[in-house]
C-alpha cells in the first residue's frame, strides 16, 4: 500500500482543528502543484460546530465524516480508503470545568480515543512501502496543563519538565502524552507531540475565557472571574499555534515533544481588563460606565493551577518557529471577530450550552 497526498485530521470541527484546517488549506493553495488533500473526523460533539468550516463546502480537497475516533473499524476504513500520509490528532475534550463535573467523557475520549488511533495507525503504518514508512508521521496535539503549576518565580515548562496534572483533564492529556511516546518507542511509530499553551482566536466555544469574556461584557453581563484573578496564563495566537504543528508536521524529528508558547503570560483579570477595554472602544454604550463594571469575583474552582508559561526555545532552535501575533494586536483581531460573526455565535449558543454557563456559574459564590 502506498499513501496518497492526503492527511487526516482528528477533531477538525473544534477551535484549533478548524482552524488548522482553513490555514492548512490556505498555505496549501493553488501555488503548490499538488496541493495536499484534509480528511476531516469528528464527532461533532457540543464543541464541534461545521459553520466553522463552511468556507470549505464544495472544495474537491476537503472531506468531512462525522464519527467517533473510539470507532477503531472506522478509523481503519478511513485510512484504507484515504491512505495519508500524515495523521494530526486534535480530538479531545479539552475544558477543565467540564472535567470537574464529568471526568469519564475526558478519559474515554482523550485516553481510549488516542489509544484507538495509535492502534489503527500503527496497523496502517505496518502495511506501508519502507519509503512511505519513513515520511509518515503521526502528530498528537496536547496541552501544557499536562506540566501542573508553577510558582511566580519558577522557569517556563520545557520539554523535560515532569508531568504533574491537578485536574482531570490535564490527567487525561497526560495519558495520552504517555500513550503517544510508548508507541514511538515500543513500536517505532513515527509519532511526534506538541504541548501548547492557552490559544485564543476565531471559532472559540464560548466556555473559554476570552470568547465568554467579549460576549459578556457586549451584552451586559457580570464577567464572572475565579478566585483572585491573579492565574497567569501563557497565551498564543490559534495561527500562530496551527503554522506551528504545520513546521512540526514538515520537519520535526519523530519521537521529539515541541512545546508552543505564545510568550505572552497575563493574569486572567489583566485579560479581563484589556477585553473590557477593547469592547468599549469598538462597541460603545454612551453614557454607560465602563464595562469594567461587570467584573464579578466568583469562587475559584477545584485545583486551580496558578500559572502556566512555555518555553519554547527548542521549536524555536529546530524549526525556525515563532509567534508572529503579539497579544495585544491579537486579541484586537479576536474581539473584532467576535463583533462581526453574530450569527456564528447564536448557532453554538444553544439551550445545552445556556444551561452549562448556568449550572457552572450560577452555583458559584459571589466573593
Known amino acids: 500500500m502506498s499513501t496518497q497526498d492526503t492527511i487526516l485530521v482528528t477533531g477538525g470541527m473544534g477551535f484549533i482543528g478548524s482552524n488548522f484546517i482553513l490555514t492548512w488549506i490556505k498555505a496549501n493553495g493553488a501555488a503548490v502543484l499538488n496541493p495536499t488533500s484534509v480528511v476531516n ?147 517505532h511509530i513515527p509519532v511526534l507531540t506538541t504541548n501548547c499553551s492557552n490559544n485564543y482566536g476565531p471559532y472559540q466555544f464560548p466556555e473559554k475565557l476570552i470568547p465568554l469574556m467579549i460576549l459578556n461584557a457586549l451584552e451586559g453581563k457580570p464577567l464572572p472571574v475565579y478566585g483572585d484573578g491573579k492565574n497567569v496564563r501563557d497565551w498564543l495566537f490559534v495561527e500562530d499555534h496551527c503554522a506551528a504543528i504545520r513546521a512540526v508536521l514538515e520537519r520535526g524529528r519523530p519521537g521529539e515533544t515541541y512545546n508552543i508558547g505564545g510568550s505572552s503570560e497575563k493574569a486572567n483579570i489583566d485579560v479581563v481588563h484589556t477585553i473590557c477595554s477593547l469592547v468599549d472602544e469598538m462597541r460603545p454604550e454612551p453614557g454607560s460606565a465602563p464595562r469594567t463594571r461587570l467584573i464579578t469575583y466568583v469562587q475559584d474552582r477545584p485545583g486551580h493551577d496558578r500559572r502556566y508559561a512555555i518555553d519554547a526555545t527548542k521549536i524555536t532552535r529546530e524549526l525556525g518557529w515563532q509567534p508572529a501575533e503579539k497579544f495585544e494586536t491579537g486579541l484586537r483581531k479576536t474581539v473584532q471577530w467576535y463583533l462581526e460573526n453574530s450569527a456564528w455565535i447564536d448557532s453554538v449558543r444553544t439551550g445545552a450550552y445556556r444551561e452549562w454557563i448556568a449550572k457552572n456559574y450560577a452555583e458559584r459564590l459571589v466573593l
Open 41 to 187: 473526523l469528528d464527532r461533532l460533539t457540543y464543541a464541534g460546530n461545521p459553520a466553522n468550516l463552511a468556507a470549505l463546502e464544495g472544495n474537491p480537497r476537503y472531506s468531512f465524516t462525522r464519527g467517533d475516533i473510539c470507532d477503531a473499524e472506522l478509523v481503519a476504513s478511513l485510512l484504507r480508503e484515504h491512505r495519508p500520509r500524515a495523521i494530526v490528532h486534535f480530538a479531545a475534550e479539552s475544558h477543565v470545568d467540564r472535567s470537574i463535573t464529568s471526568p469519564e467523557e475526558f478519559i474515554r475520549t482523550n485516553v481510549h480515543g488516542t489509544f484507538v488511533l495509535l492502534e489503527q495507525a500503527r496497523a496502517y503504518w505496518n502495511g506501508l512501502s519502507p519509503a512511505d514508512k519513513e515520511n509518515f508521521r503521526f502528530l498528537h496535539v496536547s496541552t501544557d496543563e499536562v506540566y501542573g503549576t508553577l510558582g511566580p518565580h519558577d522557569p517556563a515548562f520545557s520539554e523535560t519538565t515532569p508531568y504533574a496534572p491537578n485536574s482531570p483533564y490535564a490527567a487525561s492529556k497526560a495519558g495520552s502524552d504517555h500513550l503517544a511516546r510508548a508507541y514511538f518507542h515500543t513500536f
